[in-house]
């Protein structure tokens, strides 16, 4: 970046992460409160089904991309590019919704086919707000709750981050309004007001989520019938727990009410729970297999050994034993099937990736 007439730079930007991460030290509470909202989102994506039919359809695509959305608004508030930041979130509440768009009718897989693949036609421009609502609403639960709540007033407040996409004047400029650095610079009033924002996002799409997918909000001890590998578009009690202390009281009743009374809800439910329990055998098997998958594919056995030690701290002395158990069953398995190094050393090793020649 040397001999460029820039006042921002990436030295600039480290100046401000470091007064970001002084301020956080300083007010633990908002960082935690930014990392809740960050995982209860992250959790939402569990609710939206997976099958046969869908899967790798791209049905999934803008939730995935309001996530990455989300990640980039972050690491822009924290190196003092706010303007951005603020412009990255009315992209995370845009692709959010969009997500419960063009699954709505559960055949997301079809409708977001022209949108997906960035078609230059009428059906590919993605839906003006207007459009979205009314499709949102076409499904009951969101209508009743819209009603009944005002889900769509928390929305239209948020009407003002437009203006930071198209600069509407000194206010939604980078200088946001005062008289600063012509540089990225540490400012508390801008990063507090990106998280009411950032906050307020979230529990608008995190509602919108749950009430699209209502058994998002059961909660019950799904490995008793599934083990470790959940097929079905549901969430952990941890995960509920924490989604319930980001969203209002009134919005966690109202959902679970209409998870009552919202029929494909209680069929599926119905149907998981009518499931045999799984037997401590095969729990352990599942587990063992999964073990394999992850060293075979990815880390292989040394570094995954080394990662189960490290979080086995607080495991029961039961746990240990199991662990300690479940090692001694890998290592051998890994011993006789060359499994000890990560999958991209093995290739290495086996000539799959030839390395160009030294170059004079």
């Known amino acids: 970046m040397r001999y460029l007439p820039f006042s921002y ?30 995982w209860g989102y992250q959790s939402i994506g569990k609710a939206i089904p997976h099958t046969t039919e869908n899967l790798f359809s791209g049905h999934f695509f803008p939730y995935v991309e309001s996530f990455h959305e989300l990640q980039i608004s972050c690491n822009l508030a924290l190196l003092g590019f706010y303007k951005q930041a603020f412009t990255s979130l009315r992209s995370l509440l845009e692709l959010g919704m969009l997500s419960v768009y063009y699954n709505i009718n559960d055949e997301g897989h079809i409708i977001v086919k022209e949108w997906l693949h960035s078609k230059d036609t009428w059906e590919a421009n993605t839906p003006k707000t207007d459009k979205i609502w009314k499709i949102l609403r076409s499904n009951q639960n969101i209508a009743g709750f819209d009603d009944k709540l005002l889900l769509r007033n928390r929305f239209n407040a948020l009407s003002y981050l437009h203006n930071y996409v198209h600069t509407k004047g000194f206010k939604f400029s980078n200088q946001l309004g005062r008289l600063k650095s012509n540089h990225q610079t540490f400012e508390e009033h801008a990063l507090l007001n990106w998280l009411s924002a950032f ?12 009430l699209k997918y209502p058994i998002s909000i059961i909660k019950f001890d799904w490995s008793k019938k599934i083990g470790i590998d959940n097929p079905f578009p549901v969430l952990e009690e941890f995960e509920i ?26 069929n599926l439910f119905g149907h998981i729970k009518s499931l045999p329990d799984m037997t401590e055998t095969e729990q352990k098997e599942q587990i063992l297999e999964h073990d394999m998958m992850m060293i075979e594919n990815g880390q292989g056995f040394l570094e995954w050994k080394k990662f189960q030690l490290s979080i086995s701290k607080n495991l029961s002395p039961e746990g240990k034993a199991e662990l300690k158990s479940r090692i001694e069953k890998l290592h051998q398995w890994a011993l006789e099937n060359n499994m000890m190094k990560p999958k991209i050393e093995r290739l290495e090793e086996e000539g799959f990736f030839q390395k160009p020649p030294d170059q004079k």
């Open 199 to 210: 906050e307020e996002i979230i529990l608008i799409l995190i509602t919108l989520h749950m």
């Open 241 to 266: 727990e924490k989604i319930e202390e980001l969203l209002p009281e009134n919005y966690i009743q109202e959902i679970a009410s209409i998870a009552r009374e919202d029929v494909f809800t209680q």
């Open 9 to 38: 730079t990436p030295e600039c930007s480290i100046k401000t992460l470091e007064a970001t991460e002084k301020f956080f030290d300083l007010n633990i509470h908002i960082h935690e409160r930014i990392a809740a909202l960050t």
